[in-house]
């Protein structure tokens, strides 16, 4: 029992101080986690296209004039719908339609990539008339869905 009498009593940090440093390192952890995720969780852009269009004898003339954002998307991977129909997707042309870019063919279209230029989409089954809606899409695969790059009625 001598030896625990012999021992001196030390006061520790006071119980304040502890909650202050305590709510501190929390803050600072809590802003180090925010910073290393909010890094990583990069958004990607959505592509937008300047299109200006025109319609010609049943033919729908886009000429694409700006790309913002470009994710550098190949026409393999965009969607052309007018009202809601599918004409274009994977590359493949809805039959009774027409479509070109440009000079390229079917071919070189379902291999190349988007940039500037006249794509004309023609139709000798299906009136295409002021007041359809047509959209442009395309495949992110940052995020596996598909997003809207240009959407409009028909002027």
Excluded: C
Excluded at 17 to 30: G, R
Excluded at 45 to 60: A, D, F, P, Q, R
Excluded at 109 to 132: E, N, P
């Amino acid at each position: 029992m001598r030896f625990f009498k012999n021992i001196k009593k030390e006061n520790g940090t006071s119980p304040v101080i502890a909650i202050v440093l305590m709510i501190a390192i929390t803050i600072v952890f809590a802003a180090a986690l925010y910073v290393f995720i909010s890094g990583s969780l990069e958004r990607e852009k959505n592509l937008s296209l300047g299109i200006s269009m025109k319609l010609e004898n049943n033919t729908l003339i886009l000429e694409i004039k700006e790309i913002k954002n470009n994710t550098k998307f190949l026409w393999k991977d965009v969607k052309i719908l007018i009202n809601g129909k599918t004409i274009w997707k994977e590359g493949k042309i809805l039959e009774g339609y027409d479509i070109s870019f440009n000079s390229l063919t079917e071919q070189e279209m379902k291999k190349g990539q988007v940039g500037k230029g006249v794509l004309r989409i023609a139709s000798d089954r299906v009136i295409i008339k002021k007041g359809d809606f047509i959209e442009i899409k395309y495949f992110s695969p940052k995020y596996h869905e598909e997003k809207i790059a240009f959407a409009s009625l028909i002027y």
